[in-house]
Nanobody, 127 residues
């Protein structure tokens, strides 16, 4: 079993920055490709960013590319999402997710491909 715990959410002004963290426990994080998703009230959960299990490949949603950066520290079993130039439309509950894989290159965009999810952390952006 894998436990994912997000942190770092909060209230930020538009144009500001936040860094989300996701702590992975239960098994070594290098076993998993990881991703970030978000869900705003009344909307479906949407993909934000993904990273392969050794961090060699990353992939972003078009609307966050250039503003958000996904990274991981497998030695610390941590996943991160640096969010800069936040906009009101970025407000949502953010979730980290893990997908078991043996591929060093694989990353996943679809929520259905992920095996484990965190409980989410709220990001609020004031205009």
């Amino acid at each position: 079993q894998v436990l994912l715990v997000e942190s770092g959410g909060g209230l930020v002004q538009a144009g500001g920055s936040l860094r989300l963290s996701c702590a992975v426990s239960g098994r070594t994080s290098r076993t998993y490709a990881m991703g970030w998703f978000r869900q705003a009230p009344g909307k479906e959960r949407e993909f934000i960013a993904a990273i392969s299990r050794i961090g060699s490949n990353t992939y972003y949603r078009a609307s966050v590319k250039g503003r958000f950066t996904i990274s991981r520290d497998n030695a610390r079993n941590m996943l991160y999402l640096q969010m800069n130039w936040l906009k009101s439309e970025d407000a949502a509950v953010y979730y980290c997710a893990a997908k078991s894989t043996l591929s060093n290159a694989m990353y996943a965009e679809n929520a259905d491909e992920y095996d484990y999810w965190g409980q989410g952390t709220q990001v609020t952006v004031s205009s």
